[in-house]
């Protein structure tokens, strides 16, 4: 059959193409306030499916230990995420040294794997 319903955050990031793909396979979507409201419509059976950040589901999934839910196919829009800093903050220096060394000894693919389950890169 297919998924009909979809349940995600209520302000998408393209919102535009968003509806279009939906509008083209007859899926009704409905925006939620908070991915904790789209967990609640997932798990009334009120929504087939939930899109929202890969990570967060990752989360999710490996909190609660579910059987019923899982996560399908893979990322299918890549997000590249940064740290915003005010002009000459002193913080620059430390935060890339120390997202350097996490990267480099391993710490990040552990924390990774802690919170999110296997790292896909």
Request: charged share 20%; hydrophobic share 30%.
């Amino acid at each position: 059959m297919g998924c009909k319903t979809l349940a995600g955050p209520k302000s998408p990031p393209s919102p535009a193409a968003q509806r279009r793909y939906l509008t083209t396979h007859a899926i009704t979507f409905t925006g939620e306030p908070t991915i904790n409201d789209a967990y609640q419509q997932l798990n009334s059976g009120a929504v087939d499916a939930i899109v929202f950040d890969a990570p967060v589901l990752q989360h999710h999934l490996k909190l609660t230990r579910s059987t019923n839910d899982t996560l399908v196919g893979g990322i299918f829009n890549r997000e590249e995420y940064g740290i915003a800093l005010p002009t000459g903050s002193p913080l620059r220096k430390k935060i890339n040294e120390m997202l350097l060394d996490i990267t480099e000894d391993g710490t990040y693919d552990q924390l990774y794997s802690e919170y999110f389950g296997d790292n896909p890169a």
